[in-house]
Nanobody, 119 residues
Framework: QVQLVESGGGLVQSGASLRLSCAAS????????MAWFRQAPGKERAFVGS????????NYADSVKGRFTISRDNAKNTMYLQMNSLKPEDTAVYYC????????????WGQGTQVTVSS
């Protein structure tokens, strides 16, 4: 059974940093891609960024470029989201997602972790 488990969310003040983790179990995504999405209250789920597992190629939403960094640990089968200079508008539930193959949809999703940024 494939599971994605996020952790690291919390309540922080504006300008602070947080690091989210997404631990995958049940399979690896060495030929695929993993990503972060977020959903703010009353809004649709939005793409934050992604990493191609084999090459490490990164892609970010414009709203987080320069502030957020995605990385991975192959040995731990874990993806990270380092979030710096957090703003109140970053408040959302953050989800990790995984696709086993490039070009396919995200078949696997985590349960989400809440990030709240106070002003």
């Amino acid at each position: 059974q494939v599971q994605l488990v996020e952790s690291g969310g919390g309540l922080v003040q504006s300008g602070a940093s947080l690091r989210l983790s997404c631990a995958a179990s049940g399979r690896t995504f060495s030929s695929g891609i993993m990503a972060w999405f977020r959903q703010a209250p009353g809004k649709e789920r939005a793409f934050v960024g992604s990493i191609r597992w084999s090459s490490g190629m990164l892609n970010y939403a414009d709203s987080v470029k320069g502030r957020f960094t995605i990385s991975r640990d192959n040995a731990k089968n874990t993806m990270y989201l380092q979030m710096n200079s957090l703003k109140p508008e970053d408040t959302a539930v953050y989800y990790c997602a995984a696709s086993p193959r490039l070009g396919a949809g995200y078949d696997y999703w985590g349960q989400g972790t809440q990030v709240t940024v106070s002003s």
